[in-house]
Nanobody
């Protein structure tokens, strides 16, 4: 497994949308964490290798959607109805496992590889 590579992000207005993508190698569960300035790193969403199981933080449920294109081993995070509090650096994460239980998804130790991060800024 190589370090995942994120793309996307940037600047959006409140209520707008952005999409992040992350490319990785291997048959792995993947996900996203984020860290705002002065805040702790927090879980956003995760998806199993098959794409059949997804997990979301309560703060993004109903607004964000995680999906994957298995042929390209790429994971996407569609972010809709963005809020200023979504402003953060978003990190793609990859597990050595193909599936992560719901109780383990928010745990940083469930993931073995982290991307460099991509900035998302939402203006009010």
């Amino acid at each position: 497994q190589e370090q995942p590579v994120e793309s996307g992000g940037g600047l959006a207005q409140a209520g707008g949308s952005l999409i992040l993508s992350c490319a990785a190698s291997g048959l792995s569960a993947m996900g996203w964490f984020r860290q705002g300035t002065g805040k702790e790193r927090e879980f956003v969403a995760a998806i199993s290798w098959s794409g059949g199981t997804t997990h979301y933080a309560e703060s993004v449920t109903g607004r964000f959607a995680i999906s994957r294109e298995k042929a390209e081993n790429t994971v996407y995070l569609q972010m809709n109805n963005l809020k200023p509090e979504d402003t953060a650096i978003y990190y793609c994460v990859v597990s050595r496992l193909g599936y992560i239980a719901d109780s383990d998804a928010p745990d940083v130790t469930s993931y073995d590889w982290w991307g460099q991060g991509t900035q998302v800024t939402v203006s009010s």
